[in-house]
């Protein structure tokens, strides 16, 4: 098996459990404008946020009119008014606060930094958010760096964004990096642009119905084990 040196990780569904810190934010926020917070808002929140991001990463929208444009696409599906500039606000407070891990993230990032290895983070999250949300964790002190989409001003799977991440690792090799993501369109697609080996996290048994073929699949991240 192939051993890498850096391992550049994307955040929310690979190393944080973003499903758990969006339910959280949501159930949080719905309590404070007093409205009602059932599993269905959850559900309607997350179909209606995976099709915004997908037109984010495409380039079609801004970061600034996904996060208000999501909420008010939310609060017509089921009928609630409120003034989605603060609501946004104070969701992604809530949001950077939640920094449960994906199990296994804890030990596989152990593992890379004990063995002398570099860990970096690679998001297209939100700047504010994703920093609270590092701050916070668990795994801290084993990430060199992360980089983020809205400070670089291009996104995965975009060649600029990895040109900009290459430009600030030392001593870099291609060769002995692998990026490591849930999203087949901004990870995998992101790996491949830039020449990269890749890993695709597919915890969900999900069918890649993409012509956008990772290097490896995995389930688990304690497989990342046989990379370090």
Same mark, same amino acid.
């Given at each position: 098996?192939?051993?890498? &040196? /850096?391992?550049?990780?994307?955040?929310?569904?690979?190393?944080?459990?973003?499903?758990?810190? !969006?339910?959280?934010?949501?159930?949080i926020m719905f309590s404070y404008c007093g409205f009602s917070y059932t599993e269905n808002v959850r559900l309607k929140y997350r179909e209606i946020?995976?099709?915004? %991001?997908e037109k984010y990463e495409k380039g079609e929208i801004t970061k600034i009119e996904l996060q208000t444009l999501r909420f008010i696409k939310l609060f017509e599906e089921i009928g609630v008014s409120y003034d989605v500039k603060i609501f946004n606000e104070k969701y992604l407070s !809530?949001? *950077?606060? *939640?920094?449960?891990? /994906? &199990? *296994?993230?804890? !030990?596989?990032?152990?593992?890379? $930094? +004990?063995?002398?290895?570099k860990i970096y983070i690679v998001t297209n999250g939100i700047l504010a958010t994703q920093k609270a949300r590092i701050e916070h964790s668990l795994?801290?002190?084993?990430?060199?760096?992360? $980089?983020?989409?809205?400070?670089?001003?291009?996104?995965?799977?975009?060649?600029?964004?990895? &040109?900009?991440?290459?430009?600030?690792?030392?001593?870099?090799?291609? +060769?002995?990096?692998? #990026?490591?993501?849930?999203?087949?369109?901004?990870? #995998?697609?992101?790996g491949n642009n830039?020449?990269?080996?890749?890993? %695709?996290f597919n915890n969900r048994d999900e069918i890649n119905n993409t012509k956008i073929l990772p290097t490896y699949e995995i389930k688990k991240l304690n497989q990342l084990n046989n990379f370090v």
């Open positions: 098996m192939k051993k890498y &040196d /850096i391992f550049l990780f994307d955040a929310d569904g690979t190393l944080f459990d973003y499903d758990m810190a !969006e339910a959280n934010a949501l159930k946020n995976s099709q915004i %991001w !809530e949001l *950077g606060k *939640g920094s449960f891990l /994906i &199990d *296994g993230a804890l !030990e596989i990032c152990k593992n890379i $930094f +004990s063995n002398n290895k795994i801290k002190d084993f990430i060199s760096d992360f $980089f983020v989409s809205e400070f670089i001003g291009f996104q995965k799977p975009h060649i600029s964004y990895f &040109d900009y991440v290459f430009s600030h690792i030392p001593k870099i090799d291609k +060769s002995k990096i692998i #990026i490591i993501g849930d999203s087949i369109t901004a990870d #995998i697609a992101g830039a020449k990269i080996d890749s890993c %695709w």
